[in-house]
């Protein structure tokens, strides 16, 4: 089963606009991650944001986690045309008695971006 | 370091046939993790191999098995296909479950 919702699930903007996309969850988390899909192959890690954390930054990316209403935002800033792709985001669960998952993640339905030229 | 690589790339199935994905992880990773993902949807866990053993595993039925290989590769077979089995199955990587690195996938189509 899906953890959640995506939001919006799909966006389409012009390069240079900044693209923002949310995610809520259902459960506690050790962490949250995004990644990016392109053309239904492969995923892509952009960037992992742990529980006690509330931003973190890569490149143009800004992730932030608000863990009491379980939801977690993705921005890209300068959008270019090449990262028109699909965005999803993870979580690593915490575990029942506080034991780890080791990695199983739980994706939401995605976000499909389109950047413009 | 050529990453996860998967194979085969595509594959077609008739109904009731039996398949096996195969999947080499990224070199230093132990933890093998399998993936499906239907059309339009997000990838969903199958199951976990660690030190060759599944470890833990999603909502699918026994239909679906694996194995991991003391290189730890690993292999994820699916008997009596049915059309829903229709998917991008993905494998995924990663030391000791931390950040996982994903293949390309295998495209499976059952006819």
Not at chain 1, 5 to 17: F, R, T, Y
Request: glycine share 10%; charged share 20%.
């Amino acid at each position: 089963s899906q953890q959640g919702e995506e939001d919006p699930q799909a966006l389409s903007i012009q390069e240079g606009e900044n693209a923002t996309m949310n995610c809520s969850y259902k459960t506690s988390i050790n962490n949250l991650q995004w990644y990016r899909q392109n053309s239904g192959r492969g995923l892509v890690h952009l960037i992992l944001i742990r529980s006690n954390e509330r931003e973190k930054h890569s490149g143009r990316l800004r992730v932030t986690l608000d863990t009491s209403k379980k939801s977690s935002s993705l921005l890209i800033t300068a959008s270019r045309a090449a990262d028109t792709a699909s965005y999803f985001c993870a979580t690593d669960s915490l575990v029942s008695g506080g034991g780890t998952s080791y990695g199983k993640l739980t994706f939401g339905q995605g976000t499909i971006l389109t950047v413009h030229p | 370091d050529a990453g996860v690589t998967q194979s085969p790339t595509h594959l077609i199935k008739t109904r009731g046939q039996q398949v096996t994905l195969r999947c080499s992880p990224k070199s230093g990773h132990d933890t093998v993790s399998w993936y499906q993902q239907a059309l339009g949807q997000g990838p969903q866990f199958i199951f976990q191999y660690y030190e060759e053993e599944e470890r833990q595993r999603g909502n699918f039925p026994d239909r679906f098995s694996g194995h991991q290989f003391p290189n730890y590769s690993s292999e994820l077979n699916v008997n009596a296909l049915l059309l829903g089995d229709s998917a991008l199955y993905l494998c995924a990587s990663s030391w000791r479950g931390h950040v996982a690195f994903f293949g390309q996938g295998t495209r499976l189509t059952v006819v």
